[in-house]
């Protein structure tokens, strides 16, 4: 191999200095005279004779290249390159090997060498291939810190048009409540009753979530109702009840072209399923019924008991609960009601949130009186 001065042009020129680069061989003398090449190209060179050798130096700093021949006794060059890459990724890895070995050479690409080289080499060949190898190894870097970028920035997007779309959604609700006067709370109220029986569950956080966000959303069909008939106060004919009935599907058309929403539509679909299957809208038994459903059922029921509505007054907590307990098994998840009745007395109703009629004065006493 014949020394030579390095061509003009080549990639990085000028700019090595600084670059820490370990060159890993069995022979001394070879790396003796590629420590002498690629310092004389401005490079910082140290030398390891062995694998073993090359990794305890990983403890004394960032190399910018590792440049390992690959037959060498104890720890070969590609599996010198397979622990290196775990421990230092950022690290160019570039193999020396003899035209026989290229099979090998391959190997060590696949496993995260940037290039190899074969020996015998010409010097210039050497510092073009270290050149390449830092090149493609920093065009890796920018794809990677684009691809990070784009991603974030999509979910910055995404949170964007999510947001629109809850506060969207969020007009449709006040709307409702503006024409009901009995919902106004409601959906708040249920939603706490679920998180706290769902909590009591020990059910987790981000199932607790998808929770909260089903059922303050549960009602949001009822949009789709009369007014007239929301708030009628006798009973409702077979065509108004129909009406009814259908709003867990209004809320279902609503939502479903909401790809942010799709998660929570068994949830809201299902909310007014039974545990005996006589529930709307499929009719569904036991637990082919969404578990968020379930927990729904039991806070949306008793909600509506204890507060006041168009064709009744509230119920005392008591009476509630016991109706709660009596319909175990057949209206509710009898797995789930002791649950809700655990979790009663620790209960808090924020004062932004409307309450019932009364709430203040019986409801919410009875509450904080009973204990687990």
Not at 73 to 90: F, H, N, Q
Not at 139 to 148: A, F, T, V
Request: net charge negative.
């Amino acid at each position: 191999m014949v020394p030579s001065v390095r061509p003009k042009g080549t990639l990085l020129e000028g700019n090595p200095a600084g670059l820490r680069v370990l060159v890993v061989d069995d022979e001394e003398f070879m790396r003796s005279i590629v420590r002498q090449r690629l310092e004389m190209a401005g490079y910082h060179v140290e030398e390891a004779c062995s694998g073993e050798e090359a990794l305890d130096r990983l403890g004394y700093g960032r190399y910018s290249v590792l440049l390992t021949d690959i037959r060498m006794p104890g720890m070969d060059g590609v599996t010198l390159l397979g622990e290196w890459a775990k421990r230092s990724p950022e690290t160019v890895g570039v193999v020396m090997s003899a035209s026989t070995e290229l099979g090998t050479a391959v190997s060590a690409l696949k496993i995260g060498a940037c290039d190899y080289i074969t020996k015998p080499f010409n010097f210039d060949v050497l510092l073009v291939t270290i050149e390449n190898a830092l090149r493609k190894k920093d065009i890796e870097r920018q794809l990677q810190d684009y691809q990070m970028n784009l991603e974030k920035k999509v979910k910055e997007q995404t949170d964007v048009i999510n947001s629109m779309y809850v506060r969207s959604i969020d007009s449709l609700i006040k709307a409702l409540e503006a024409k009901d006067y009995y919902t106004r709370g409601h959906s708040q109220r249920v939603t706490i009753y679920s998180i706290a029986i769902a909590k009591e569950m020990g059910m987790p956080d981000a199932e607790v979530d998808l929770l909260h966000r089903a059922s303050v959303l549960h009602d949001l069909g009822k949009i789709g109702v009369r007014e007239s008939v929301l708030n009628k106060p006798g009973k409702l004919s077979n065509e108004e009840f129909a009406d009814i009935v259908r709003h867990p599907e209004v809320a279902k058309r609503i939502l479903e072209p909401i790809p942010y929403f799709q998660p929570l539509l068994p949830a809201i679909l299902h909310h007014h399923e039974r545990y005996d299957g006589c529930g709307y809208p499929a009719r569904l038994t036991g637990e082919r019924i969404p578990l968020h459903s379930r927990i729904m059922a039991i806070a949306d029921t008793f909600d509506a008991m204890t507060s006041t509505r168009a064709y009744r007054d509230a119920l005392p907590v008591s009476e509630a609960n016991a109706e709660i307990l009596r319909c175990a098994g057949a209206q509710f998840d009898p797995d789930i009601v002791p649950h809700f009745l655990a979790c009663q007395s620790r209960i808090v109703v924020p004062d932004d949130v409307s309450q019932p009629e009364g709430f203040e004065e019986e409801m919410l006493p009875q509450l904080r009186a009973r204990t687990v």
